[in-house]
């Protein structure tokens, strides 16, 4: 039965998860047919042996002609398996691995952030492998399944009795097998469940090489206290499943002779057996030990098809992928975006508590440059998620010029923003930017980013990524400068930035925006330049402070100082 679990378990999740894969359950219909056929084909050719053997050369032409259409139908069924699916394995890995990346991209970034990428990458590099595993060795178990089913049905045609004390006997070594096979899956599991703190490790020592070889005694603890504890315990783990199948197999190889010996030495003893059946018992269970080791052989395969199917649903990514239809467009002519009471809270590391922001109510309107403020962790990377509609509101609601946004709108309403994170990644090509003069359009933005005698652009790749923090950040800006969205948010982007380009940032870049209309949101400490904005919102441990106008602030020109004198509290250094 766990056999037949695993197998099941397997095949339903390639079936559900390779629907584009064309005309895929006819092929894994044929390959089923075809399977049977080749094992039942293995079984007459026995039959016609021993028949063969039994008769001497006094045999018929039928017998012989059963041989030889036999062997061929064993030949074609063979073949036509083995093509069948070879074909439905390589389309299955390529569907497989393009639906998970779909679902991931589908999912919502807190659960993704909470997954942790060393989880999903374990399952997309791992998993997937071990599923699609199973499908070349799919025929094999047919076809063996095939023959250890007709063998059977022979032997019950030589003699019934016997074939029940020999079922009997086979389910009890069965039962007897399936307790190290129990506890090899269990190892199996916890086996897996290792490999995604391993592969955490593996990812934190290529990210993090330059602070480990800094610091010899991080180095060191890094490797003994993390690092070699995670990879033993795997070695331990994979030892003990190693050892349970190894005994399992042994104990297979046992039953396929034990039935020969009771055959041959014990039955004759109780009961008057002829030597034709005596001898079709031999040579059959003989025969059918191949198969029946073969199976047993193919099972740690299964297992550890199982262990990844269950691990894959353990991540709780949406069932339907991400639609793959025309991307829907930005609205430049919105009115008004407003948060109304909008609450999230999460855990945040370290601290006991859960962390909550909100109630928020905020308005933004086109043609407004906000500076958005707050100590670190006050909110302000949490709030610009939500207004991006990365985050969905716990409670509250966001509205578009006075719709709210509903989960089937959140796609559409996201395509409103270019966001900047501090943690932002660059592509190496100006990815869904579609135009007959991008390269032109890049080139002139690359002169303004001062960055043209670095970086060139030809047909929309990049000529390098390798640039220093503040350029790989400048170059961010391209992109959102060739996005040309109607909402910018920018989440600390001139922290890394020289003095000079820091003042084109604010004192050009951003008026640039608001004079096209655009709104845009600034996360900054640089207080020198908040006399610039429109408004100032200032955050604390999660709560709105005060969301204030800058020209009601008398002479802001000084930034912090002014800030004081108006009376609106701000914490320096920020």
């Known amino acids: 039965m766990r056999l037949i679990n695993d197998i099941s378990k397997a095949i339903t999740f390639l079936v559900r998860n390779t629907r584009g894969v064309k005309h895929s359950r006819a092929i894994m219909s044929l390959v089923v047919v075809t ?20 008769r001497g050369i006094a045999f018929g032409t039928g017998l012989l002609w059963m041989f030889a259409g036999a062997a061929l139908l064993l030949v074609l069924c063979r073949f036509a398996s083995s093509s069948l699916l070879a074909y439905l394995s390589t389309r299955a890995t390529f569907e497989l691995n393009t639906v998970l990346s779909r679902r991931i991209l589908a999912a919502p970034l807190r659960k993704l952030e909470e997954l942790g990428a060393h989880r999903l990458l374990a399952s997309i590099t791992g998993d997937v492998a071990a599923i699609s595993n199973i499908l070349p060795i799919l025929p094999a178990i047919i076809i063996n399944a095939a023959i250890v089913f007709g063998c059977l049905f022979y032997l019950g045609w030589l003699s019934w009795p016997m074939l029940i004390g020999l079922v009997v006997f086979m389910g009890a070594g069965i039962f ?32 993090g090489t330059k602070e480990l070889k800094l610091h010899r005694g991080r180095g060191d603890a890094f490797y003994y206290r993390l690092f070699m504890p995670t990879a033993a315990n795997m070695a331990r783990l994979s030892f003990k499943t190693s050892m349970l199948q190894s005994v399992s197999l042994s104990w297979g190889t046992l039953l396929s002779f034990l039935p020969i010996g009771l055959v041959i030495f014990i039955v004759p003893r109780f009961i008057t057996v002829s030597t034709e059946v005596l001898t079709g018992y031999t040579l059959i269970i003989l025969y059918m030990s191949g198969p029946l080791q073969a199976i047993i052989s193919m099972l740690p395969t299964l297992t550890h098809a199982s262990v ?5 649903a353990s991540l709780g990514l949406p069932q339907e992928a991400a639609s793959v239809t025309k ?3 930005p609205n430049p002519a919105w009115g008004s975006l407003s948060l109304e009471g909008v609450t999230h809270t999460y855990y945040r590391e370290k601290e006991e508590s859960n962390f909550t922001l909100g109630p928020i109510d905020l308005t933004l309107r086109p043609g407004e440059l906000i500076y958005l403020i707050g100590g670190n962790g006050s909110g302000k990377t949490t709030l610009a998620k939500l207004i991006s509609g990365l985050y969905v509101p716990e409670s509250g609601e966001i509205r578009l010029d006075g719709q709210p946004v509903a989960d089937e709108t959140r796609e559409a309403y996201r395509q409103n923003f270019t966001v900047l994170f501090s943690d932002f990644f660059l592509f190496d090509s100006l990815l869904g930017m579609d135009s007959s003069n991008l390269d032109e359009r890049a080139q002139r933005h690359l002169v303004e980013l001062q960055l043209d005698h670095k970086v060139q652009v030809k047909d929309g790749k990049l000529s390098t990524t390798e640039l220093s923090q503040g350029q790989r950040k400048r170059l961010a800006l391209l992109n959102a400068f060739l996005e040309d969205r109607p909402i910018y948010i920018f989440d600390e982007w001139a922290s890394d930035q020289d003095p000079v380009f820091k003042d084109v940032f604010y004192h050009q870049i951003l008026p640039e ?3 096209r209309g655009k709104a845009v949101i600034v996360i900054t400490h640089d207080d020198r330049y908040y006399d610039l904005g429109d408004r100032l919102v200032k955050l604390e441990y999660g709560k709105l402070e005060f969301d204030q106008p800058t020209d ?13 004198e108006a009376g609106v509290p701000v914490l320096l250094g920020e």
């Open 308 to 312: 990844a199917v269950d691990k894959i």
């Open 552 to 564: 009601q602030i008398p002479a802001v020109a000084v930034g912090t100082a002014k800030l004081h």
């Open 35 to 54: 399977g049977i056929l080749s094992g039942l084909s293995n079984t007459a050719l026995i039959a016609a042996i021993n028949t063969a053997l039994n």
């Open 176 to 207: 007897a097998y399936r307790i190290p096979m129990g506890r090899s899956m269990m190892f199996s599991r916890l086996m897996r469940k290792e490999g995604d703190s391993l592969y955490s490790h593996y990812r934190a020592m290529f990210e």
């Open 513 to 515: 925006l608001k004079a």
């Open 327 to 329: 991307p829907p467009q």
